[in-house]
């Protein structure tokens, strides 16, 4: 069956650019999970519609981004496994990835209701 996550992708550039070059973008797991076609409204953020499997998100990612120079993506994904919770940024074919860092605070007993 595959892991399953749940992908948002969003950028800064103009919104006409960008996704003209995700239509002409031959990537098969990238058109699945966002379904980009020609004719559809121009966006600055796209989402699944539902888990997919795109294991190939970072080299497409890079690969996007050096189609559009200068352009900043932001990709966010949410794995079916818990804590798989990360961000990645993408510009220039260059890429930075981080993972959630989830974090509680000291317990306070004047929080108490």
């Known amino acids: 069956m595959g892991y399953l996550t749940s992908f948002t992708m969003s950028h ?3 919104p006409k650019v960008v996704h003209a070059a995700m239509v002409a973008f031959p990537k098969a797991e990238f058109d699945y999970a966002f379904g980009v076609r020609e004719g559809d409204d121009p966006q600055t953020s796209y989402e699944t519609q539902e888990k997919c499997k795109w294991y190939s998100h970072n ?3 890079r690969e996007l981004s050096l189609k559009c120079p200068g352009v900043l993506f932001t990709t966010e994904g949410i794995g079916e496994d818990y804590p798989d919770v ?3 940024w993408h510009k220039d074919g260059k890429m930075w990835r981080v993972d ?3 974090t509680f605070p000291e317990y306070d007993e004047t929080k108490l209701r």
Do not use: E, L, Q
């Open 59 to 61: 080299a497409d990612m």
């Open 86 to 88: 990360w961000k990645s």
């Open 100 to 102: 959630a860092n989830i």
């Open 12 to 14: 800064d550039g103009d």
